[in-house]
DNA sequence: GGTAGACCTGGACGC
DNA sequence: GCGTCCAGGTCTACC
């Protein structure tokens, strides 16, 4: 029997909506079981790879179907309280040091450092939110991870992404985990390209592992970039200064980061302000229309952007915590669900 | 500073 | 089953 731990969240925490409130939850490793209520992955760990299930309140019982889960019976997600404790089972047991290592994993990925008072501070700006309590954002449990998640969503349709984080950690990845930097760092681009079918990005992502690697000496100094005192603008000069990260990765990183001052704006925030904002005329004319529309959120604007189009995708595909990994998660986006 | 074209893959579509 | 077209953000060359 494996390590059981549990982890006290912040007062409004609620695990099905915060792990359900960004597209990330839907790539490799994670897996979100819509019927169960439950969020797995393998984590990486010092003395290797650990599958952890986590949990929130009573398993699930017969108690109200999740839509879509026809036939089985499904969580009641009204019925748990937030802030209950999650609790997280692996399947090996965990030492000392991994406990606190997984723990500090764990509370990234999820955002628990964002309390309720940070949560406020955000409705306060923003309070079409407050009602169903949305503020946090999924994240990966380390900011590698995140750096290659958004490497792999730029110039390719959404399955092109799920397809190349699910090879990443197939081909690369211990235990089935994501890959770590120093394992990629080793990498021949070529093996990248061909089995797990990233393309061009093959020696970027190589690159990219080699600077993680090689850290304050000359690389990525995750410290400096994780330090809310390091400003906005430094942090976003040094992104766009990598391999691979453009305007539009370099601002989805600043998110992941924490700092939501700035808009992501691709295809999507096109058609976003299209079709829900009722914008008109050229891309680069509604993107500039879209980023005058948030400005007023200041500090907040991404997250106000974001809700605002995630809300817009679950009254096409149904709530996101209904989502399965490999039929809705596939065809969330925008792209597909304004085809006719 | 702005613009055009190449970079790759996978899905859609037509034949 | 095959060929063609298209979507997607970054990078480089060029004006």
């Known amino acids: 029997m494996g390590t059981r731990l549990s982890i006290s969240p912040p007062d409004d925490f609620l695990l099905w909506r915060d792990v359900c409130s960004y597209g990330y939850f839907l790539l490799w490793p994670n897996f979100w079981d819509p019927r169960a209520g439950t969020f797995?992955?393998?984590?990486?760990?010092?003395?290797?790879?650990?599958?952890?299930?986590?949990?929130?309140?009573?398993?699930a019982g017969?108690?109200?179907?999740?839509?879509?889960a026809v036939g089985e019976p499904g969580r009641d997600f009204d019925a748990i309280k937030p802030g209950t404790a999650l609790m997280c089972v692996f399947d090996r047991v965990l030492t000392g040091g991994e406990k606190k290592e997984v723990k500090a994993q764990i509370s990234r990925m999820l955002r628990l450092?964002?309390?309720?008072?940070?949560?406020?501070?955000?409705?306060?700006v923003d309070p079409r939110w407050m009602s169903t309590g949305r503020a946090r954002l999924f994240r990966s449990p380390s900011f590698f991870e995140d750096v290659l998640k958004t490497v792999t969503s730029c110039n390719v349709t959404?399955?092109?992404?799920l397809s190349m984080n699910r090879r990443l950690c197939e081909v690369v990845g211990k235990g089935g985990g994501f890959p770590e930097a120093r394992v990629l760092a080793r990498q021949r681009p070529a093996l990248l390209r061909s089995r797990c079918?990233?393309?061009y990005r093959d020696?970027?992502?190589?690159?990219?592992?080699r600077l993680f690697v090689a850290g304050k000496k000359g690389g990525v100094d995750i410290e400096w970039f994780e330090d809310p005192a390091t400003s906005d603008d430094d942090i976003h000069k040094a992104l766009i200064d990598l391999p691979g990260i453009g305007p539009y990765a370099a601002a989805n990183i600043m998110q992941l980061l924490g700092r939501y001052s700035r808009l992501p704006l691709d295809t999507e925030s096109v058609r976003h302000g299209r079709a829900v904002l009722g914008f008109k005329g050229s891309s680069a004319q509604v993107m500039k229309r879209v980023h005058a529309h948030f400005a007023p959120f200041g500090e907040n604007a991404f997250r106000s952007y974001w809700f605002e189009m995630w809300v817009h995708y679950e009254k096409k595909a149904g709530p996101a915590h209904t989502w399965e990994r490999d039929t809705t998660g596939r065809v969330f986006t925008a792209a597909n669900m304004n085809k006719k």
Not at 62 to 68: S, Y
Not at 158 to 161: A, V, Y
């Open 62 to 68: 017969c108690a109200r179907r999740v839509r879509g």
């Open 40 to 59: 797995t992955r393998v984590m990486n760990l010092c003395e290797g790879p650990a599958r952890v299930t986590i949990s929130q309140g009573k398993p």
């Open 197 to 199: 079918r990233v393309g």
């Open 203 to 209: 020696a970027r992502i190589v690159e990219l592992a």
């Open 113 to 124: 450092d964002e309390d309720a008072a940070h949560v406020a501070a955000f409705h306060e």
């Open 158 to 161: 959404w399955p092109g992404t």
